[in-house]
């Protein structure tokens, strides 16, 4: 790639990612719901913990706790303790149109500041025959209606990831660059082996060491990341052991290349070692993790990058990211490229 142009883009487009990817504010959600269980026939009144929530300067607040799209109940009675507590109560029904004997509802909470905003599985109701109230004709009656939607962008907030969602512009960003990166290097590694040309063994070394340094980097932010929601560094996840032996298998690479000094056969050890490590790659870390369970998005049934993870907001600022640090890379590796160039010169005059 000639010029400088890519280069400030790509250097600007990750500056966009950082000052928007850290001042963009998270949308209102419900962090805790207390209590998150009751029985029917019951006045039930919750205290509901919120999130960047405006329950006070807001305006007046309309919560239901829905059982379908057909049936929902609507607060009796909802007050405001300050901007993030809001007590709500319920007449709740002396039973409901459902055969099970417990059911879980979704707390959903409206006003004119903070728009809607939903808690899925916030409150367990359970069958209580013995006490009487309402009939179930009750939960056709908490009509769902009006509702707001503010202006302005916002990142969704997510039950346990709260503001660390934004690790998604670096922590995966860094790994979809790396694997653009690590296809260039075992591109030119099969360059290399069919034409013996000395300069794509350069290229090759220099895609994949900076492949590896965001590899490394994709580890340390994910190790982070696993620390605030998992509430450590690491577990003895599937997806997470098979990706720490993919990364030691291409820090590997760098051994075998300071294994000897004849270039030629450096360079041949390199480009076959380079492409086995990639093959090992793609079981490693898409195929295995997918067979079994695992904590990680993405495997053993674990949805990621759907439309609950990955909103449109998100998406201003996740697609960019892959491409500045793309760009980053690239702009990396030409240097090193650079660099061998110039010391293979130095080389042959002497």
């Not at 250097?11 to 504010?25: D, N």
């Not at 099969?190 to 340094?213: E, G, K, N, P």
Request: hydrophobic share 45%; with cysteine; aromatic share 14%.
């Amino acid at each position: 790639m000639k010029g400088f142009w890519w280069k400030i883009m790509g250097a600007a487009i990750f500056l966009y990612v950082l000052i928007g990817g850290m001042t963009v504010p998270l949308k209102p959600g419900i962090t805790a719901v207390s209590p998150n269980h009751t029985y029917t026939g019951r006045q039930a009144e919750f205290l509901i913990e919120g999130y960047n929530t405006r329950f006070v300067s807001g305006g007046r607040s309309r919560v239901w706790l829905k059982m379908d799209s057909t049936h929902a109940l609507a607060h009796a009675v909802a007050e405001a303790v300050d901007e993030n507590h809001l007590k709500a109560s319920f007449s709740l029904p002396a039973t409901f149109p459902s055969e099970d004997q417990t059911i879980p509802l979704t707390l959903i909470i409206d006003n004119q500041e903070d728009g809607v905003f939903v808690q899925p599985n916030a409150v367990f109701l359970t069958r209580d025959t013995t006490d009487t109230g309402p009939s179930a004709e009750a939960w056709l009656q908490g009509r769902i209606s009006d509702l707001h939607y503010p202006a302005g962008i916002k990142f969704p907030y997510r039950s346990i990831l709260n503001e660390t969602i934004r690790n998604t512009f670096f922590h995966v960003a860094l790994w979809f660059a790396m694997f653009i990166l690590l296809i260039a290097g075992v591109y030119h590694a099969v360059c290399y082996i069919r034409t013996h040309d000395i300069d794509h063994d350069t290229r090759s070394s220099a895609y994949t060491r900076v492949a590896l340094l965001y590899g490394i980097l994709g580890l340390i932010t994910g190790s982070v990341w696993a620390r605030f929601t998992w509430d450590t560094f690491w577990t003895q996840d599937i997806k997470l052991n098979m990706t720490a032996i993919a990364m030691l298998i291409y820090l590997a690479y760098l051994l075998l290349r300071t294994s000897t000094e004849d270039v030629d056969k450096r360079a041949r050890l390199s480009a076959a070692y380079n492409i086995f490590a990639f093959v090992a790659l793609i079981p490693l870390v898409f195929v295995i993790p997918r067979l079994t369970d695992s904590l990680h998005p993405g495997n053993g049934g674990n949805p990621a990058l759907g439309g609950e993870d990955l909103d449109n907001t998100l998406r201003l600022f996740f697609y960019p990211s892959i491409l500045a640090l793309t760009l980053l890379g690239l702009w990396m590796s030409s240097l090193l490229t650079r660099y061998e160039r110039l010391r293979y010169k130095w080389i042959f005059k002497s």
